[in-house]
T-cell receptor, first 115, second 112 residues
Framework: DADVTQTPRNRITKTGKRIMLECSQT?????MYWYRQDPGLGLRLIYY???????NKGEISDGYSVSRQAQAKFSLSLESAIPNQTALYFC??????????????FGPGTRLTVL | QKEVEQNSGPLSVPEGAIASLNCTYS??????FFWYRQYSGKSPELIMS????GDKEDGRFTAQLNKASQYVSLLIRDSQPSDSATYLC????????????FGQGTRLTINP
């Protein structure tokens, strides 16, 4: 089955450490997204990429960076992790070529804890 | 005003009844609308998409869109305990941007 995968699924790290979250997809979609979810704050967009050469900031990009290594791979980095980056992180994909106006499909998520 | 608003709940519905979830959005020119279901600790799962005014039915789910009033709703008929989850409303095209804006979600509990 075409799918969206994320690694790692769980990560505990310390303040100041650099950490990378990875997302891969076999859906053949061109658009990829990174979100974080916090209790009471819903899903918030961190970065998004409409193709390999297109990277855009979302509403909460400070403290994060991304790399689109290939159409199927989109990674999120925390250069120097801080405790308020503790959250559930989701990758999502969509296909602009359909008429379905940005239906997005989510990976299983990474639970990140920064101590 | 938030761009996408939902009642956070919790909404409690007896098994077999109709659950009604509502969502309002701020931008009249928004293009497409989605309902996601999210079980605790899991990822959002797309359950309904709607693009035109009116009703769209898929099994026990019906999405309703009223662009003039800027609201979208989800009805779940014959509610089952397995429908207990948080339901997220998402809107695409707010202020012309091709990205989804999510509501905070409504937590639904179906009581046996």
């Amino acid at each position: 089955d075409a799918d969206v995968t994320q690694t790692p699924r769980n990560r505990i790290t310390k303040t100041g450490k650099r950490i990378m979250l990875e997302c891969s997809q076999t859906k053949g979609h061109d658009r990829m997204y990174w979100y974080r979810q916090d209790p009471g704050l819903g899903l918030r967009l961190i970065y998004y990429s409409f193709d390999v050469k297109d990277i855009n900031k979302g509403e909460i990009s400070d403290g994060y960076s991304v790399s689109r290594q290939a159409q199927a791979k989109f990674s999120l980095s925390l250069e120097s992790a801080i405790p308020n980056q503790t959250a559930l992180y989701f990758c999502a994909t969509s296909d602009h070529s359909t008429t379905r106006y940005n239906e997005q499909f989510f990976g299983p998520g990474t639970r990140l804890t920064v101590l | 005003q938030k761009e996408v608003e939902q009642n956070s709940g919790p909404l409690s519905v007896p098994e077999g009844a109709i659950a009604s979830l509502n969502c309002t959005y701020s931008d009249r020119v928004s293009q497409s609308f989605f309902w996601y279901r999210q079980y605790s600790g899991k990822s959002p799962e797309l359950i309904m998409s709607i693009y035109s005014n009116g009703d769209k039915e898929d099994g026990r789910f019906t999405a309703q869109l009223n662009k003039a009033s800027q609201y979208v709703s989800l009805l779940i008929r014959d509610s089952q305990p397995s429908d207990s989850a948080t339901y997220l409303c998402a809107v695409n095209g707010i202020q012309g941007a091709q990205k989804l804006v999510f509501g905070q979600g409504t937590r639904l509990t179906i009581n046996p």
